[in-house]
């Protein structure tokens, strides 16, 4: 597991303790959960970014395989929850195979010995995913066993996130400021 602590107590935000004067505890717990669902959401479409350029994989592809939100209201916790296990090829980009190729091919990475067939979903181009024969090992029907082909995405996640450390701490900073003021704004209309 991965903790990302954001703190927002140094630098910027202490120059402004005269604005939370004005703040009641209500108008400050509310400044601070809007500004960790913006935080978590944030975080989430540039993890998925970094992560996926990364990994050679299309964004949406990562954001609804590998990434949820869980989002609560009173606590102002919120988490990112990014699946960090190997993910089968044909999330990469379109699979394909030639007979000349030595393997399939998905989101410019070669896959050596791999094949690409139609899944018992669909036979449209999305249906199709890329295996593998395992070698010596036979059905009871006798033939050959298949292996999706997958690959391990943990170290670019890790990577992904140990990037956007800093800019995270920052941007939180820029957004409990934000939602300060918007609460400030409110009193005094």
Do not use: C
């Not at 601070?32 to 975080?43: P, Q």
């Not at 609560?72 to 699946?83: A, F, H, L, P, Q």
């Not at 379109?94 to 669909?122: E, L, V, Y």
């Not at 900073?173 to 300060?180: A, G």
């Amino acid at each position: 597991m991965i903790d990302l602590n954001l703190d927002a107590t140094s630098g910027d935000i202490g120059t402004h303790v005269s604005l939370l004067r004005d703040l009641s505890n209500h108008g400050l717990q509310k400044a601070i959960n809007r500004a960790s669902k913006k935080m978590a959401r944030w975080l989430q479409t540039h993890i998925a970014r970094q992560a996926a350029r990364l990994i050679g994989m299309k964004i949406s592809s990562f954001k609804k395989y590998r990434i949820k939100l869980n989002m609560r209201d009173s606590s102002g916790i919120n988490k990112v929850w990014i699946g960090t296990n190997p993910i089968a090829a044909h999330h990469l980009q379109n699979p394909r195979w030639k007979r000349q190729w030595a393997g399939a091919r998905a989101g410019g990475q070669t896959f050596d010995g791999a094949f690409i067939a139609d899944s018992k979903s669909g036979g449209n181009r999305n249906g199709m995913k890329v295996f593998r024969r395992l070698p010596g090992q036979y059905s009871s029907a006798g033939k050959e066993k298949l292996e999706k082909v997958s690959i391990a995405i943990n170290d670019d996640v890790k990577e992904a996130i140990y990037r956007l450390q800093n800019r995270a701490n920052a941007r939180f900073k820029e957004l409990l400021l934000q939602e300060i003021r918007f609460e400030l704004s409110k009193l005094k209309s």
